[in-house]
T-cell receptor
Framework: GDSVTQMEGPVTLSEEAFLTINCTYT??????LFWYVQYPGEGLQLLLK?????DKGSNKGFEATYRKETTSFHLEKGSVQVSDSAVYFC????????????FGAGTRLFVKA | NAGVMQNPRHLVRRRGQEARLRCSPM?????VYWYRQLPEEGLKFMVY????????ESGMPKERFSAEFPKEGPSILRIQQVVRGDSAAYFC????????????????FGPGTRLTVL
């Protein structure tokens, strides 16, 4: 079945450092790929998405490119801020799976001032 | 346009009691999904519903759990005879009606209901 694997956390960075959170997936169809962010005590917010190969999703300085050849969707940000501290979830939605969203385990990011 | 609404935000139950969690999807959305998040884990799919229909309940425990999405009113996730292992955050998500022409693969999440079983 479909699955998402993302790098384990926690990831601890200093402010203004470069961020990469790796995500790879397996899917039977042609999934859409997502990154969600969860701040402490809150629900999930959609951060960015990509719906087909080579698409780049971007939002709030975060980017991720849909790489079909490597089945990856790595999240990057050039300069993190303390306010980026949260848990980041990579996810996929596949029409073959009825559009239910399959989530990775999440990666907790701590950004120090 | 209000987002996905869930209530209550926090629910405390004693073992053996029933828990009822409510979810009102975004306006214009007719697809509802329920997910469970155990502490320090990702979200696990439970059930996918459309109005008056359960489309996919492959993630629902076979006993004590049920879900509905009636023609009128919110979607309800019901847990009977709760046990300590049911303590988790339960998230509801909704996506658009396919006849709207919008992609239905993006789901919009509510704030969640945090269930604590004593």
């Amino acid at each position: 079945g479909d699955s998402v694997t993302q790098m384990e956390g926690p990831v601890t960075l200093s402010e203004e450092a470069f961020l990469t959170i790796n995500c790879t997936y397996t899917a039977t169809g042609y999934p859409s790929l997502f990154w969600y962010v969860q701040y402490p005590g809150e629900g999930l917010q959609l951060l960015l998405k990509a719906t087909k190969a080579d698409d780049k999703g971007s939002n709030k300085g975060f980017e991720a490119t849909y790489r079909k050849e490597t089945t990856s969707f790595h999240l990057e940000k050039g300069s993190v801020q303390v306010s980026d501290s949260a848990v980041y979830f990579c996810a996929l939605s596949d029409s073959a799976g009825g559009f239910k969203t399959i989530f990775g385990a999440g990666t907790r990011l701590f950004v120090k001032a | 346009n209000a987002g996905v609404m869930q209530n209550p935000r926090h629910l405390v139950r004693r073992r053996g009691q029933e828990a009822r969690l409510r979810c009102s999807p975004m306006k214009g959305h007719s697809h509802v999904y329920w997910y469970r998040q155990l502490p320090e884990e990702g979200l696990k799919f439970m059930v996918y519903l459309q109005k008056e229909n359960i489309i996919d309940e492959s993630g629902m425990p076979k006993e004590r759990f049920s879900a509905e999405f009636p023609k009128e009113g919110p979607s309800i996730l019901r847990i009977q005879q709760v046990v300590r292992g049911d303590s988790a955050a339960y998230f509801c998500a909704s996506s658009p009606n396919r006849t709207s022409g919008l992609r239905t693969d993006t789901q919009y999440f509510g704030p969640g209901t945090r269930l604590t079983v004593l």
